[in-house]
């Protein structure tokens, strides 16, 4: 019998062998280049000062030799490659893909009212309550909500929380694969963020397992930071890959319904059961030079504002027990007296996607930054569609522009999010190539009937 040999791709010394290799690719450049500026300094202390001036006169004369020739070229070419080496990389965003309900997990408003009269027969002022959100928040008939919510009573277990979570996000990180062909292998980093459910072992171990991702992949989870998160999880990606040259990024945003249903008395707690509901992105985001001609947007800038130091601030969006012990989110609205200057945006940008937390924070937007009806289509029609998908209603926003076919090359676009905290997050993109209507985004089998009037009371 041939003799056993030993298993050499999980030895320690393979492992060094590879974090070595690793290393001498990403510093090729400077190790090449610290030996041969010592030897230029150490030509430079050798030579006298005498000999330096008649090297200078001589250059004024045209008779300079070879080697001032060859050390001024030298000189040059470090100080470009230290230039280039030091610039910041520019981050793609490949492509991205929203996750859409199936039409079982529809929610119309007879049906919502319905479950709300059953769930909550013992508080028709909370029923009544909810009916006149509902009635103005923008929502339309296809909204979803996950399985779990559709029993009477609700059934906000662990389990439906889970199969919630891997439905969504394995439904989205699917689409990407095959919009992209991008590889499980292929992911150097992968950022997931989830505000209210936060599982252990964690939502982004759980993308690890269904994928067999790479033992070295650079996996963070993000959570209870709002529906601004997912601008916060480009930022994370954006300062990862400029450290790690070559590398391709996977974000996922989404927030769980299954145990956030609230089903006591507060009005405060009772407002996100009115405006939440499925959804979920997955966004490939690259450093890659390969990626430059194929990548729909280029990644410009990254504002993250953080006013958790003042209290009104931090317990606008508040995680807390009602009187009689039921959990959810509370959402307290303040107004600030003072009002600062705002430069005219549509200078800036071509198309706006503002954060669809409801009807109202859209008319505040809109009003405050003076946009027009045009601007804000994106926002209202995603709110209406989807409802509030938290921190992935930006990317189903960017998706109906796109379906539209009002995305050309050079176009700017800003991404705006609001969260708890409070913090307001937001992104700049400069899109690469004029993009086609896709056939395969959540709005492909209802574009054409967008836009829809969407009036101020829809009676119930």
């Known amino acids: 019998m041939p003799p056993i040999l030993p298993d050499f791709s999980s030895t320690v ?20 280049l610290i030996p041969l500026l010592l030897a230029f300094t150490v030509e430079i202390l050798r030579t006298g000062p005498q000999e330096l001036l008649n090297l200078y006169y001589a250059s004024l004369h045209r008779r300079l030799d070879l080697a001032v020739v060859l050390s001024s070229s030298f000189l040059i070419t470090s100080v470009a490659t230290v230039y280039f080496m030091s610039k910041p990389r520019t981050v ?22 319905e479950h709300s009269r059953l769930i ?35 059934k906000p277990t662990m389990e439906s929380a889970r199969g919630e979570a891997e439905l969504v ?34 939502l982004s171990a759980m993308v690890v397992n269904k994928y067999k991702l790479r033992s070295n992949v650079k996996s963070f989870n993000l959570s209870g930071m709002g529906c601004s998160a997912g ?25 769980i319904i299954t145990p956030n249903y609230y089903q006591g008395k507060e009005r405060a707690m009772l407002l996100p059961n009115c405006l939440f509901r499925m959804g979920g992105a997955a966004i490939l985001l690259s450093n890659r030079r390969s990626h430059r001609s194929r990548a729909k947007y280029r990644l410009v800038h990254v504002v993250r504002t953080h006013k958790g130091g003042d209290d009104k601030a931090y317990r606008c969006v508040y995680e807390e027990e009602d009187r009689e012990g039921k959990t959810l989110i509370g959402r307290k609205i303040f107004n600030p007296k003072w009002k600062p200057y705002i430069p005219d945006f549509k200078q800036a940008f071509e198309h706006f996607c503002i954060h669809a937390g409801g009807r109202a924070v859209i008319d505040e937007l809109q009003k405050n930054l003076q946009l027009s009806a045009e601007h804000v289509e994106a926002s209202r029609m995603t709110l209406h569609r989807f409802g509030n998908t938290s921190s992935s209603s930006l990317w189903y926003e960017l998706s109906y522009i796109e379906a539209k076919g009002r995305m050309r090359r050079g176009d700017r676009v800003w991404q705006i999010a609001f969260g708890s905290g409070f ?27 967008y836009p829809v009037h969407i009036p101020e009371v829809v009676k119930l």
């Not at 993109?429 to 574009?447: E, F």
């Open 13 to 32: 010394r393979l492992k060094y062998v590879k974090l070595g290799y690793q290393t001498l690719v990403n510093h090729f450049f400077y190790l090449l």
């Open 92 to 113: 793609y965003l490949v492509d991205y893909a929203c996750y859409k309900p199936p039409v079982t997990c529809r929610v119309p408003f007879s049906t919502f009212m």
């Open 120 to 154: 909550l027969k013992d508080n028709p002022k909370s029923v009544e309550f909810q009916m006149r959100i509902l009635e103005r928040s923008g929502l339309g008939e296809e909204t979803c909500l996950p399985p779990a919510i559709h029993y009477i009573p609700p």
């Open 169 to 202: 996000i394995f439904s989205a990180v699917d689409s990407l694969f095959e919009r992209t062909g991008l590889k499980p292998r292929d992911i150097d980093i992968l950022i997931v963020n989830c505000s209210l459910f936060s599982p252990t072992p964690s």
């Open 231 to 255: 601008m916060i999880s480009i930022d994370l990606a954006r300062d990862l890959l400029q450290v790690h040259p070559n590398s391709n990024a996977v974000v996922v945003s989404t927030e």
């Open 423 to 449: 913090k307001c997050n937001s992104a700049v993109w400069k899109c690469n190539r004029t993009i086609k209507s896709p056939t395969d985004c959540p709005w492909a089998d209802c574009i054409d009937r």
